[in-house]
């Protein structure tokens, strides 16, 4: 049985579910509240391993804390976390480790991200596995876009992507009603 842990700092609630290895299965934040981080966590293990929320917070748990709310705060984490990819189909583990190239203040495009895994016609499939994503934040999917440069959509709704992107330096501007990065802030892999 995999084991979770919920925390709050500054309003947002944080989940992590470790194994018995203590790698991460899967992690997510909520702006909403402590359930809605660990049933939107759990649902994305990709295993379907049922998951047990623990009261206690050991000390490692507390790093991996500390870890997410720094990305979230647009800062660059001091420590290396380990996820698990263990479980997933070989084309989610190829975008996964694309997408944790993608260094801060910059964004990427899905065609982009297909292309740099050898599957160029693959950009539909990689933007819908981004948002089935296990790891938010530690694979940073905010900072994949639409190819138009359109902020596209998030789990947690554009006007938190815009924010985590904005904090992390990318310059967004807004054309009608959508919100749109600056191209100067593309990467290409």
Not at 78 to 95: A, D
Not at 117 to 130: C, D, E, L, Q, T
Request: charged letters at 30%; proline letters at 5%; glycine letters at 6%.
């Amino acid at each position: 049985m995999l084991k979770a842990y919920c925390n709050q700092t500054d309003n947002v609630w944080y989940c992590v579910v470790l194994n018995d290895k203590g790698e991460v299965e899967a992690c997510q934040f909520s702006l909403k509240s402590r359930e809605d981080a660990f049933k939107t966590a759990t649902k994305n293990i990709p295993k379907k391993q049922e998951a047990q929320l623990s009261k206690a917070i050991p000390d490692n748990v507390k790093s991996l804390f500390r870890v997410l709310v720094d990305i979230f705060k647009g800062k660059t984490p001091r420590e290396e976390v380990k996820i698990s990819l263990e479980g997933l189909p070989q084309f989610s583990r190829e975008v996964l480790k694309m997408t944790i190239k993608i260094p801060k203040g910059f964004v990427s495009t899905y065609g982009i991200i297909a292309k740099a895994i050898g599957k160029p016609k693959a950009s539909r499939a990689v933007g819908n596995f981004m948002a089935k994503n296990p790891f938010p934040l530690l694979v940073p999917c905010h900072r994949v876009v639409k190819s138009n440069l359109s902020l596209g959509n998030y789990r947690n709704g554009v006007t938190v992507k815009k924010m985590l992107l904005e904090k992390e330096g990318v310059k967004i501007y807004k054309k009608g009603k959508e919100y749109f990065v600056d191209k100067s802030h593309i990467y290409n892999f």
